[in-house]
T-cell receptor, first 113, second 115 residues
Framework: GQQLNQSPQSMFIQEGEDVSMNCTSS?????WLWYKQDPGEGPVLLIA?????ELTSNGRLTAQFGITRKDSFLNISASIPSDVGIYFC?????????????FGTGTRLTIIP | DGGITQSPKYLFRKEGQNVTLSCEQN?????MYWYRQDPGQGLRLIYY???????QKGDIAEGYSVSREKKESFPLTVTSAQKNPTAFYLC??????????????FGDGTRLSIL
């Protein structure tokens, strides 16, 4: 199946720092999604991107849909303790109404006291 | 509250036993999905259903079965043929908006372990 390369795999930062993570694909996608997962819970949608070049913000989070449609990045500004968790990118190509998501392997964010 | 409910939260399976994981949604979504998550990995698609009485295999369907008799319910059975069932299982659903496809939203998962 399709592969999504997500980097970095893990990040250790101090509170207040900005964070940047990205996903690249060998195939083009029509939709890019970013989710956050806390331990023992399901992923929660952060940002959805539907158009190449689109830049969307959700509070301190900003994500962009790459022009080539093969990549996306997520930035978090001024990190706070509740940002800790695993962030996943996901891409999809609608196929006759059937949408299947391909997920990245996740970026684990840890805040160092 | 509207949402996706998975039960149980934790489940234990004995060797050779089939177990069924429940997923219910009251969002009136047509599409529902089952994913498996292993440590350090992304989510992998097991089965999905776009409409009642229809479902399709995902990337790792072997050893699993599903049914979709009602719009709000999409149970997953982990059969004895699945030799490595220990994982975190996530159910998702997706609705249709005026702008087209909407993102998938997830339940809180069921953690399955082998006794």
């Amino acid at each position: 199946g399709q592969q999504l390369n997500q980097s970095p795999q893990s990040m250790f930062i101090q509170e207040g720092e900005d964070v940047s993570m990205n996903c690249t694909s060998s195939s083009i996608f029509n939709t890019w999604l970013w989710y956050k997962q806390d331990p023992g819970e399901g992923p929660v949608l952060l940002i959805a991107l539907y158009k190449a070049g689109e830049l969307t913000s959700n509070g301190r989070l900003t994500a962009q849909f790459g022009i080539t449609r093969k990549d996306s990045f997520l930035n978090i500004s001024a990190s706070i303790p509740s940002d800790v968790g695993i962030y996943f990118c996901a891409g999809s190509i609608p196929n006759f109404g059937n949408e299947k998501l391909t997920f990245g392997t996740g970026t684990r964010l840890t805040i160092i006291p | 509250d509207g949402g996706i409910t998975q039960s149980p939260k934790y489940l234990f399976r004995k060797e050779g036993q089939n177990v069924t994981l429940s997923c219910e949604q009251n969002l009136n979504h047509d599409a529902m999905y089952w994913y498996r998550q292993d440590p350090g990995q992304g989510l992998r698609l097991i089965y999905y259903s776009q409409i009642v009485n229809d479902f399709q295999k995902g990337d790792i369907a072997e050893g699993y079965s599903v049914s979709r008799e009602k719009k709000e319910s999409f149970p997953l059975t982990v059969t004895s043929a699945q030799k490595n069932p220990t994982a975190f299982y996530l159910c998702a659903s997706r609705g249709e908006g005026r702008g087209g496809n909407q993102p998938q939203h997830f339940g809180d998962g069921t953690r399955l372990s082998i006794l």
